[in-house]
């Protein structure tokens, strides 16, 4: 493993873990693609029981919020949303890339117009991961 060029990708909750790892330790991740990334206050099913309600637990969504670390980027960002999404809404994007805005953090973003969660075509946002890994990791050694 090159742990010079690390990157990091992932889709839904996993885009929540990306955009973690890239605001989480930015000194160790070179770029993310964070795809229709999850946001702890818009899951209640997923969150609720094991968070409480927010009202009752306001310091732990704190603690999981992405935005609250929206400063700490480094590396090369790209978010990725459809403006269909029935399980992760665009909002949760529109919030992240607000954060980082405001924070004067550089980002990338695709909006995917009428994409669902698991957005159509496939190849288009597939090859798009890819273009961007090689772009900013540059091509395998």
């Known amino acids: 493993m090159d742990l010079d060029r690390l990157?990091?990708?992932?889709?839904?909750?996993?885009?929540y873990f990306a955009l973690r790892a890239m605001l989480g330790?930015?000194?160790?991740?070179?770029?993310?693609?964070?795809g229709a990334p999850g946001d702890l206050t818009e899951d209640a099913l997923c969150?609720?029981?094991?968070?409480?309600?927010?009202a009752a637990n306001p310091a732990g969504y704190e603690a999981g919020s992405n935005l609250a670390l929206a400063g700490n980027l480094r590396g090369a960002l790209k978010l990725m949303h459809g403006t269909s999404d029935d399980q992760a809404p665009l909002?949760?994007?529109?919030?992240?890339?607000?954060?980082l805005i405001r924070a004067d953090k550089r980002f990338e973003l695709l909006i995917m117009p009428g994409a669902g969660h698991n957005p159509e075509?496939?190849?288009?946002?597939?090859?798009d991961v890819r273009r961007f890994f090689a772009d900013k990791l540059g091509p395998p050694r």
């Open 25 to 34: 330790a930015p000194e160790r991740f070179v770029a993310g693609y964070a």
């Open 47 to 54: 969150n609720e029981p094991n968070l409480g309600l927010l």
């Open 7 to 15: 990157g990091v990708y992932g889709h839904s909750w996993g885009g």
């Open 91 to 99: 909002s949760t994007t529109m919030r992240m890339a607000d954060a």
């Open 121 to 127: 075509p496939r190849r288009y946002y597939y090859e």
